[in-house]
């Protein structure tokens, strides 16, 4: 099977088919096993209640009308309705306010004959709600397929606008009976940025990361997958993707930047960029993300992951994830319309917030001062900034969990949408712990879009020994009418980290306006990184600074002494003036100490990058629209 290389273009992300193509290629190679993941937490692992595997109907908490929990003992019909109409209603709503999440207790779904089958459309989030993924089995499939747009009249399918969908916590035995030949070959996930695949075992069939069985140009754009265990994934035309602490049987094809760290079975790099491989054999600080599971008498907890270093594998190989149970009573549930006094006299009173799914409208800001504190959204969970306010404030504290949120900026500017300690620290000692990182999971960001967004900053990270696992930081490129726009929804930075020992396993920043990533904090550690200039600049007038053309897509600050950069990307399609050029992708300080792996940068149909890193690397342009320049390593 043949797959053409993919690309981007246009406010709707609508891709032209390029002349090369991609054959698909089965890697098999596996590193040697490591030695068991380290917990970095200083106390003891608590022990996880095991869930029944039929467990009995429970009575679930009350998490609003727009959570779904499903029982074992439901027929499959029913179940089946159920999820599908919440697909026909999520299916095509990218700009929509609605929001689910479906999920599902601990026993087996579906049958041979008569399988659970059905697709995740926007803001769905479905999760078992087992101890273990083992505790809840799907025995069918759980989907995503291309989009279908027309253009000029033809069919254009594609999974480059397939956003915000998270599968989590389950075993999914695939299942493709009574669908078609192609349709049964394999689970498709065809996505795109702000989607995650978490603690999830695929047994019995191939995952593929692409949707090969509908019409071209079948592009896929960007993913995540960690915490998980697969046998054979197919790529296919996914750009870019990371695999992180998970176990896969074998890996096919790679188009620019598919990066593997911890992960068992993950394809040597070598020979990079053909094929374009870049593999850590561990990851050098993580955490997973907290989760929702209920106990044999369906009692709800929230379990906490602990922190590792140089870790490697799944989490729940062996035995339950390490880490704390939180009983969902210490919690404050939120609802959307919830005012943000409510949630802070909550957090002062030492409560953890879940935020069950919908729009909140945040006029002030939610103070997070607590350590160890753990906000965990539902089914996409979103605060938007109303009046310019900062939605949320985190304190120089260890140990906090941001997770499962997204944040958009609202019609007046804010000066940051999320802001991770002060900048002056707490009377200048910040109290930060190197074994107890801050982390974020899952949390995305949007300018624009839905509706008008405006912040100077979309991301803010002032304290030290933060861990950001998964983000997407989105400066709107398309959206709904009136919404996104050069002088319409404003961005200047997506990110700026001032901290020093900060970590970022899956760092996804787009369009912002002037340098979408600013890293001015010491021993910085990306794993992953993928990046969109701006499409919108009107001219070039607009976009430059002292004596540079436009501006890179990560910028090292001068000063820095120490960093390190695997597997990163950034491309350029200046549509609105195809004549626009960027003086380079990433900028960084000539020092010994500040290294970057596997780097690269690509046109997709109009403008131009000149460099890849500072003044070293091939331009990529019209001429070589699809075409990477890649450094290897830099310096």
């Known amino acids: 099977m043949t797959i053409p290389r993919p690309t981007r273009t246009g406010r709707t992300r609508l891709a032209a088919l390029l002349g090369a193509s991609v054959l698909l290629a089965t890697s ?29 109907p429970a009575s679930s908490p009350d998490f609003g ?18 999820v599908d109409a919440v697909n026909a209603r999520q299916i ?11 999920l599902f207790l601990p026993g087996t779904y579906g049958t041979d004959a008569q399988p659970l089958q059905f697709k995740v459309g926007y803001y769905t989030e479905v999760a078992g709600l087992g101890a273990s993924p083992s505790d809840v089995t799907i025995n069918g499939k759980i989907e995503v397929y291309n989009r279908c747009l027309e253009d000029n009249g033809t069919s254009n399918c594609i999974a480059l606008n397939n956003f915000w ?25 065809a996505v ?82 053909d094929p374009p491989y870049t593999t850590l054999d561990e990851t050098p600080v993580s955490r997973e993300k907290p989760y929702l599971f209920t106990d044999s008498a369906g009692t709800y907890s929230v379990r906490v992951p602990f922190a590792q270093v140089n870790s490697r594998g799944i989490s729940w190989g062996e035995g339950p994830t390490a880490g704390r149970t939180i009983p969902l009573s210490e919690f404050f549930v939120a609802r959307p319309g919830d005012s943000v006094q409510a949630i802070n006299n909550a957090l002062a009173r030492g409560k953890h917030l879940l935020l069950t799914p919908g729009v909140y409208d945040i006029a002030d800001t939610i103070r997070v001062k607590r350590a160890d504190t753990v906000v965990l959204g539902l089914g996409h969970a979103t605060l938007t900034a109303v009046d310019g306010a900062v939605p ?27 802001q991770v300690g002060t900048k002056n620290g707490n009377n200048g000692s910040k109290k930060n712990d190197p074994a107890n990182p801050t982390t974020l999971s899952d949390v995305y960001f949007r300018i624009g879009g839905p509706h008008v967004g405006k912040a100077d ?31 319409v929804s404003t961005g200047r930075n997506g990110v700026i980290v001032n901290g020093d020992d900060v970590t970022a396993t899956g760092l996804f920043v787009e369009h912002y306006q002037e340098y979408n990533v600013i890293w001015n904090g010491e021993r910085g550690r990306t794993v992953f990184f993928q990046n969109e200039l701006p499409y919108d600049p009107p001219n070039q007038a607009a976009w430059q600074h002292d004596g540079v053309l436009g501006w890179a897509g990560y910028k090292v600050a001068d000063d820095v002494e120490q960093h390190t950069l695997w597997g990163g990307g950034s491309y350029i399609f200046t549509n609105v003036d195809p004549t626009i050029h960027a003086t380079r992708g990433f900028e960084v300080p000539d020092t010994p100490g500040v290294v970057l792996n596997h780097v690269l940068t690509v ?20 001429a070589n629209t699809g075409i990477p320049s890649y450094l290897v390593r830099y310096p």
């Open 165 to 189: 969908r998270t599968l989590s916590n389950l075993t999914l035995q695939v299942n493709g009976a009574g669908q078609d030949g192609c349709r049964a070959t394999a689970n498709f996930w």
């Open 457 to 487: 900053v979309s991301l803010e990270i002032n304290s030290d020994n933060v861990l950001i696992d998964h983000i997407w930081v989105w400066r709107a490129d398309h959206g709904n009418e009136g919404s996104f726009g050069w002088d």
């Open 92 to 102: 095509d709503n990218e700009m929509g306010t609605e929001r689910q999440a479906l």
């Open 65 to 82: 009308p727009n959570v779904t929990v499903f029982d074992p003992s439901m027929p499959v019909s029913e179940i089946q309705a159920t």
């Open 392 to 418: 949320m404030r985190v304190a120089d504290v260890p140990g906090v969990v941001i997770a499962g949120v997204t944040i958009d900026g609202g019609t007046v500017n804010s000066p940051v949408l999320l």
């Open 603 to 622: 046109n997709l149909g109009a403008g131009t990058i000149d460099h890849v890193v500072n003044d070293t690397g091939a331009p990529v342009s019209n």
């Open 28 to 56: 098999t190679g596996a590193p040697a096993m490591a030695s068991p993941p380290l917990a970095l937490a200083q106390a003891p692992a608590q022990a996880v209640p095991v869930a029944a595997k039929k467990a009995p």
């Open 192 to 273: 795109s940025q702000a989607v995650s695949l978490r603690r999830v075992n695929v047994t019995g069939g191939t995952l593929s990361l692409m949707d090969y069985c509908t019409a071209g140009p079948q592009f896929a754009s960007g993913g995540y997958l960690a915490d998980s265990k697969a046998g054979d994934v197919v790529n296919g035309s996914q750009q870019q993707w990371l695999t992180r602490n998970a176990e896969i049987g074998s890996w096919s094809n790679g188009v620019w930047n598919a990066v593997f760290s911890g992960t068992e079975g993950a394809p040597t790099d070598e020979a990079f960029p």
